[in-house]
């Protein structure tokens, strides 16, 4: 079956930086957008980054662009978010999801990332 199991998530201080990263098993990965997902206790669901299949096409909101970057290695079936100069509202739960920019079908558990200021 579908699993994405995320990973990377921890306590960072504000200006810090992590990396999380998406594994994913039982479906051809080429073939699926990945997305990063980011849920804050009291706040609605928020996609922080979307990638292409293949050809390395991305997309960010501007809550996160130009700080945070995905990327994908197909031949290993894991994504990755990059998350640079982190602030305290990027604390939230972070998920992976597949795919993106339409519905997402499958989620991974979550790994929570919490920023100190």
């Known amino acids: 079956e579908v699993q994405l199991v995320e990973s990377g998530g921890g306590l960072v201080q504000a200006g810090g930086s992590l990396r999380l990263s998406c594994a994913a098993s039982g479906f051809r990965f080429d073939d699926y957008s990945v997305g990063w997902f980011r849920q804050a206790p009291g706040k609605e669901r928020e996609g922080v980054s979307c990638?292409?299949?293949?050809?390395?096409?991305?997309y960010y909101p501007d809550s996160v662009k130009g700080r945070f970057t995905t990327s994908r290695d197909n031949a290993k079936n894991t994504a990755y978010l990059q998350m640079n100069s982190l602030k305290p509202e990027d604390t939230a739960v972070y998920y992976c999801?597949?795919?993106?920019?339409?519905?997402?079908?499958?989620w991974g558990q979550g790994t929570q990332v919490t920023v100190s200021s």
């Open positions: 999801g597949v795919p993106c920019g339409v519905r997402t079908a499958y």
């Open positions: 990638i292409s299949p293949s050809d390395g096409s991305t």
